[in-house]
């Protein structure tokens, strides 16, 4: 009978025990709980979407290197969504004339990348995907950027924790036409963005190699240098201040500024998040912690991805947030609270003549609204007792054969070990609170 | 810019748009309520497993022509789950000596067959997970058949409204035993039960001539076909009452009996399910509806199957409940409640001039727990309220110039049409219940 089947999880995945669980729906509930304050209504696709729906707009790494992606047996080419962003905009596209503008919408779906395991990245994990579509103006930015910060506040977390690192592609894209860094036969443009995209993991010395191999020249290192260390201010000295991505960014930070919540937001001249379909402002959530500072999620405005559908255009801006980095945020921080059982009572089941009477005051107190789980088989009370306080149940309710005859009750209080005796017909709710 | 892309999802999946998710939010719901209130907690694995895992134990035919299998990026055989069973027990095995028994486990997992999509067999469906492990006695069964009991009552179901169907496997191989049809070198007593498995849907001659391609006596088919109508009173015609089959069964439905809870429940001689792995109690939930009398889900004991992976049994019971046949039973019997939107208000906006006002009263409703949509751009006022109006949003707050100057607000009560102006002073959570 016995095999040599491995009970570990698949490789990169996790399997969610339920003292696990428990945290995943207390982070996805605080997730849910925000969007929805926001008005925004939860959706959800299929976990299999067509192979082509990545290969069209997502970025080249993802499409080539860590998709799940096979032949089902009618011989489709099918992937494991490995982002939700084109399956959200599949569903607009599909009905882009009936949804009322703006459509707002989230959703938690499980993701997949292959990839080798590390610190942060797993193959399959979780994504709070939150997008607004139908809003040309800089108020999507400035709703779904206080959304995001209104879940990191959420867990407990105070401003300094974090900040919002902002960017926008349009601004990017006149910068490096500005430097004569064109999308060429070369794909220059392209390539120095990736190389940008990188820069903070590598030295600057192998950056500058890296235009250097992209045929970029001197002058044109030297200005990008110096650009990706520019502030608001002087961003003029590198682009005509006409330039729409330009002036975006000035009136974003401008109207972040007049609602006085510019504290944890700042201008970032590099920061391009992978994806190839973002079209104007970029942003990214960074933990401010000096032991860990890093990315935690980030998002930005898509406007030409619903487009590629059935070439209709709907402005569209948005942002996903892993489960992982913010469990690593919150635990960082110390944010994590203690989660007790849902579970509310404990019936003891002392021997098989007061069975019946047990699953009575079970079910009198199941109808009260109360989650009660019974010992089921008959074993002895400090067994039962224990497994109360594996289990974090904080009431247990003992009722043995002198009970029975006395139509009688004990409550023991698990946290404070005090027990009463009380009449059958006293049992009530406010008991166990 | 435009391809040819499909907006439609993948064959034999769903989109869930809002209006689709609240359903299964208000369905998911109602299966965790319940489980929680027996002490349940949820759990999850992850979409793929090995695919030795499905291999060992499940039904041949899921595993031969049902199964999303595919080879990984680093050639392991890789399965998306068809069901979740062998993913409990695999975690299980793996903190057996750790976890306090009795284990009660629910989960609600995304599952995946390949096969040809029909009424209520799609290639993904979610399904509820409900199993206890670690207890031998009929306990486990009363208490797992109640749950699946008390979730049909939870919609609004009569209990007139649907039946409970009962089986013992090791009833029926004693009756087969009996019978002389016996597990030789032909598989003659496997392909019986499958045979058995599919009665309800083929011919009684073209079940007879099954029996006779499988080797089986006239004598046999004609035993077998007795059996097959037996009720309670005479099972003991085929079989020893010494059997432990028999036993079980006699006893499982003597205490329904004690408690009157047995009105719902009823003897079936040729009830199977699919699985391989089921040792004992199998029971089945079927529709009364004259229209619609399908089985609806079921479950069983399975005490061997946690022992495949290190040789240690713990017994176990449980059962899996679609929603599509969920959703199936809830819409014939009329039981679908009208959902209203998660949305409690509308904030209009009716020029920039007015708009940091009226983000002010979303941020205070926010504030008071409310869920606030905004319309975010100017357009007319009619326009607005027709958005609310396509959303569900039952109340509208209108702040223009005027009310802006005087300091006020416009509530509108979209259900009833009736409006009223109230001082800025005066907003407050009950305005909008």
């Known amino acids: 009978m016995k095999t040599n089947l491995s009970t570990q999880p698949y490789k990169g995945t996790r399997d969610f025990y339920p003292e696990d669980m428990r945290v995943r729906n207390w982070l996805f509930g605080k997730w849910s709980n925000i969007c929805r304050k926001y008005g925004y209504e939860e959706y959800d696709g299929p976990m299999l979407e067509s192979f082509e729906l990545y290969a069209a707009k997502s970025g080249e ?3 080539n290197n860590e998709l799940y992606s096979f032949e089902d047996k009618g011989h489709r080419k099918v992937a494991m969504r490995p982002e939700m962003t084109p399956t959200a905009a599949r569903m607009v596209a599909a009905k882009l ?3 009322p503008k703006p459509i707002r919408w989230f959703t938690i779906p499980n993701l997949w990348r292959y990839e080798a395991p590390q610190r942060g990245r797993l193959r399959e994990h979780w994504q709070l995907n939150v997008d607004i579509f139908g809003v040309e103006s800089l108020d999507a930015e400035i709703e779904i950027i206080e959304i995001a910060r209104d879940i990191l506040l959420s867990y407990g977390a105070k401003q300094d924790m974090f900040e919002c690192r902002i960017n ?8 490096l036409r500005n430097f004569g860094i064109l999308d060429n036969e070369d794909q220059q443009k392209y390539k120095v963005c990736k190389a940008i995209d990188k820069k903070d993991k590598i030295s600057q010395d192998d950056f ?32 005509s201040e006409e330039e729409s991505g330009y002036q975006e960014l000035i009136t974003l930070f401008d109207l972040f500024s007049i609602e006085d919540k510019n504290s944890f937001i700042k201008f970032s001249p590099g920061l391009m998040r992978g994806f190839d379909y973002y079209t104007g402002t970029v ?12 990315s935690m999620f980030g998002g930005g405005r898509y406007d030409d991805l619903v ?3 059935n070439g209709q255009k709907i402005p569209a801006f948005g942002f996903g947030m892993g489960d992982v980095p913010a469990i690593n945020f919150i635990e ?14 404990l019936i003891t089941i002392m ?6 009477y047990c699953l009575q005051i079970a079910e009198d107190l199941r109808n009260m609204g109360l989650n009660i789980s019974t010992y089921i088989k008959s074993d002895k009370l400090d067994k039962q007792m224990k497994y109360a306080d594996q289990k974090g149940i904080k009431y247990v309710v003992i009722a043995g054969e002198t009970e029975v005859s006395k139509k009688t009750f004990k409550v023991k209080n698990m946290t404070d070990r005090t027990e009463q005796e009380l009449k059958i017909e006293d049992l009530r709710l406010e008991l166990f609170k």
Chains 1, 2 share one sequence.
């Not at 926008?168 to 910068?175: G, P, Q, T």
């Open 332 to 345: 960082v921080h110390g944010l994590m609270p203690k989660l007790s059982s849902e579970t509310d009572v």
């Open 208 to 239: 500058d190699q890296m235009l250097k191999d992209y045929n970029c020249t001197p002058e044109q290192i030297e200005n990008l240098n110096k650009y990706l260390i520019c502030t608001l201010d002087n961003i003029s000295d590198f682009v």
């Open 307 to 309: 487009a590629i559908f």
């Open 97 to 99: 004339q009936e949804l």
């Open 283 to 294: 942003f990214e959530y960074y933990d401010t912690d000096p032991i860990n500072r890093r």
């Open 61 to 63: 790494e993802i499409v």
């Open 168 to 175: 926008n592609r349009k601004l990017l894209d006149a910068v």
């Open 351 to 356: 021997d098989s003549n007061c069975k019946d």
